[in-house]
């Protein structure tokens, strides 16, 4: 099974940026695509972003769509989310997560290995 290594996160005033990396080991196992979710406790965990593999398609939900971009570099086996223009209602914990299996989802239950999870904190 996968395992996915997060860095990044962190706290950060609202407007600015923060980079998350999620590493995935082994290389390309079944690799369809990577999400990005976010989780505030005591709440249901929510899409964010994810990039396909190998045709790097990226999708976003909404909320974030044209702040965050989502990336993949294929010597690290790595994928980035650069989160720019950040909200204070972007605070939340961020996971990454591994789908085998195309189509796309956006649903967490289609994502078979997590990260860790990283804390994002975004004050006024």
């Known amino acids: 099974q996968a395992q996915l290594e997060q860095s990044g996160g962190g706290s950060v005033q609202a407007g600015g940026s923060l980079r998350l990396s999620c590493s995935v080991r082994?290389?390309?196992?079944?690799?369809?695509?990577v999400g990005w979710f976010r989780q505030v406790p005591g709440e249901a965990r929510e899409f964010v972003a994810a990039i396909t593999y190998p045709n790097r398609n990226t999708y976003y939900d909404t909320t974030v769509e044209g702040r965050f971009t989502v990336s993949r570099d294929n010597a690290k086996n790595t994928v980035y989310l650069q989160m720019d223009t950040l909200k204070p209602e972007d605070t939340s914990d961020y996971l990454c997560?591994?789908?085998?299996?195309?189509?796309?989802?956006?649903?967490?239950?289609?994502?078979?290995?997590w990260g860790q999870g990283t804390r994002v904190t975004v004050s006024s």
């Open positions: 997560a591994l789908s085998t299996s195309p189509p796309f989802s956006r649903s967490t239950q289609d994502y078979v290995s």
């Open positions: 082994p290389r390309h196992l079944g690799w369809h695509a």
